[in-house]
């Protein structure tokens, strides 16, 4: 008896105490953008998991498509990102009855920014990173956001996800501008790798998406299964 | 009596002295007439068949929707919006006939719900819960609020998982159908005689087309069908053997122009046969 009393927590003391760390580190997620010549890239992780601890599915996407050019990946809360890239489809949806075109990017990134702030204080855990290139002239746009819509616009690269700092890290030792398309591939891909190898919250593959004017490239990626 | 009754009611009634008990009943909506008539409905109604012709036919290989455009000018700016064919949605679209600006309102209304549903359950709205939705608001306006009702009826042609091709027509009451093929606007009971005669079960998407184009031009006042004149859209598949993708498509001036040479074609002939 002493024994099951030892192992149950007490009332009123959170029932997982990881969860107190971070609900951002709850699920897992790693998301890197990149702009190269007349295309830009986005890749993301597939690791799906629960409570830190668990996986529970790898083959998890976490960038959606808006249009042809126009890709939005989320990292954060999982039901979160889901639940985003829904209500970002049903924008862009709409936009496109009325306006009978598609958005571009940089509208497209406000719109983001603007359904993340309307939760200023009660926000979504989730943020996204905005890749496309402009419907009309081609020009490539890339954006990052925090998680309540700051938006953070470069012309080199984004990442988000639990492992900022490594992909930080290995994305400004690896880019170059002006990569044409199969270039940027690689060094997006290996970008993407070497930054989730040493976190156990991303990883289990990846993918990634080129998205060039006439043309998209898309892979999955294998790498370290763990 | 009746005097006091309306002053009583602090109505203006209408400048000119009406005979007829209909117009005491006309101003609210809301009001049965004594013969059970709602006559603001019926004079929706009536605004509508002023309006330019739509007609729709259903094949199992698609909706097509052809509609007369009224607005003819030199001076019209065409751009993307057309007057009488709107896409609520990638797999469902309408023709409109009646009052534009009421349609507006309600083909926004009616986006909106589709979106929200694809929210919701992840799948596109199945056709006849939307044409339900889009109802069930134009009956309000004949019951509360003491509003006119929208001057408008719709042809709805679109696909869903369930059902398959549908067809819908919805009138300003808030009533709808599901038709095979129908007509609403001007000359809509002679389209439908039209229709009733010449449809064919089984018929091929180029067919229905074919046959939309056939009936506008004996429904429409000119003698030669142009194809500025004329708006034709179709929800179809992307690729007819795959099947896996409807898309709702506004047919583009090359092949309207085919469509209607060749209704022009038909008609010259048999005006010349009947001359013999």
Redesign the interface.
């Given at each position: 008896v002493e024994a099951k009393r030892e192992s149950r927590p007490a009332r009123g003391a959170p029932q997982n105490p990881l969860l107190a760390m971070s609900i951002m580190s709850y699920n897992g997620a790693a998301i890197i953008a990149m702009v190269g010549k007349n295309c830009v890239a986005i890749a993301s992780d597939l690791r799906f998991g629960i409570n830190q601890q668990q996986t529970t599915a790898v083959d998890m996407k976490k960038i959606h498509k808006i249009h042809d050019h126009l890709y939005v990946g989320l990292s954060g809360l999982a039901t979160d990102q889901m639940t985003l890239a829904?209500?970002f489809?049903?924008r862009h949806?709409?936009y496109k009855?009325?306006e009978?075109?598609n958005m571009k990017p940089e509208t497209f990134a406000h719109v983001v920014s603007n359904v993340l702030y309307e939760k200023r204080f009660g926000p979504y855990y989730a943020e996204p990173v905005v890749a496309g290139l402009d419907p009309v002239t081609g020009e490539p746009f890339i954006t990052g956001m925090d998680l309540i819509g700051a938006m953070a616009p470069t012309t080199n690269f984004v990442v988000c996800g639990n492992n900022e700092e490594s992909l930080f890290g290995v994305c400004e030792s690896m880019y170059k501008e002006n990569l044409e398309p199969e270039e940027l591939f690689e060094v997006i891909a290996q970008c993407l790798l070497a930054g989730v190898n040493r976190d156990c919250l991303s990883g289990w593959g990846g993918v990634v998406h080129v998205i060039s004017k006439d043309k998209l490239i898309t892979r999955t990626l294998k790498g370290r299964m763990d | 009596r009746s005097s006091t009754h309306i002053r009583a009611q602090g109505r203006v009634d209408a400048p000119q002295a009406s005979s007829t008990m209909a117009r005491r009943y006309d101003s609210h909506t809301t009001t049965f007439s004594p013969e059970g008539r709602l006559y603001q409905v019926e004079y929706a109604m009536e605004a509508i068949s002023h309006a330019g012709a739509a007609v729709g036919v259903r094949t199992d290989h698609g909706v097509v929707l052809a509609a007369e455009k009224k607005i003819l000018s030199k001076l019209l700016e065409t751009g993307?919006?057309s007057e009488k064919m709107h896409?609520?949605?990638d797999h469902l679209g309408v023709a409109v006939a009646g009052i534009n600006s009421d349609a507006n309102i309600l083909i926004?209304s009616a986006?909106?719900t589709a979106?929200?549903y694809?929210?919701t359950y992840?799948e596109p709205v199945p056709m006849e819960q939307l044409v339900q939705t889009l109802c069930d608001q134009k009956q309000g306006y004949t019951q509360y609020g003491g509003l006119r009702p929208f001057g408008v009826s719709f042809l709805f042609g679109g696909w869903d998982k369930n059902c398959g091709f549908q067809l819908y027509q919805s009138d300003p009451s808030g009533n709808y159908a599901g038709w095979m093929a129908t007509a609403i606007g001007a000359n809509a009971t002679a389209a439908q005689a039209i229709l009733k005669t010449e449809y064919k079960e089984g018929m091929t998407l180029l067919e229905a087309k074919q046959l939309a184009t056939k009936v506008l031009k004996q429904t429409m006042d000119s003698t030669k069908l142009e194809a500025e004149k004329v708006e034709m859209s179709e929800v179809g598949w992307v690729n007819a053997e795959t099947k896996e993708n409807v898309e709702y498509r506004v047919l583009q001036t090359k092949e309207l122009t085919a469509l209607c040479d060749e209704a022009n074609a038909e008609a010259e002939a048999k005006a010349a046969a009947g001359k013999k």
């Open positions: 829904q209500k489809k049903f949806n709409l009855l009325r009978g075109r | 993307t919006s896409k609520l949605d926004n986006r909106l979106q929200r694809l929210m992840q």
